[in-house]
């Protein structure tokens, strides 16, 4: 055991609490964030659109924020990808042509296409 897990679980009496979304649900996270950065669609967050890479730069930190409350590919959208924490705003997306719609409807239909090419 590495001397600060053994110094917390001393102190505490239980090992640290260290939550992530699930090994194998791992690859999802990557496949959603990678879809929305290489999309052509802009995401909506407080009225300002943001192309992919800055709303998957976005994303990415909203994810490492929230980590510890993270477990699964759901979690991970519904923390990261959803709402603003400064307005309670909710995220919207545009692709060209179509209507926004909420980012977590966007992002749980191709998490369910992702999980259907397995």
């Known amino acids: 055991m590495k001397p600060i897990i053994a110094f917390i679980f001393i102190l505490t009496g239980a090992p640290p609490a260290i939550a992530d979304v699930l090994p194998d649900q791992q690859p999802e996270v990557t496949h959603l964030i990678t879809y929305l950065q290489t999309s052509d669609c802009k995401m909506i967050r407080n009225g300002k659109a ?20 993270i477990d699964s590919t759901e979690e991970f959208i519904k923390y990261s990808a959803t709402k603003s924490l400064m307005s309670s705003k909710l995220y919207q997306v545009q692709c060209p042509g179509q209507p926004a719609v909420p980012s977590r409807d966007w992002l749980l239909a191709e998490l369910n296409r992702y999980r259907e090419t397995k």
């Not at 998957?56 to 980590?67: C, E, I, L, S």
Request: proline letters at 0%; charged letters at 55%.
């Open 50 to 69: 943001y192309d992919g890479e800055e709303a998957a730069r976005h994303v990415r930190r909203k994810y490492d924020h929230f980590r510890k409350e």
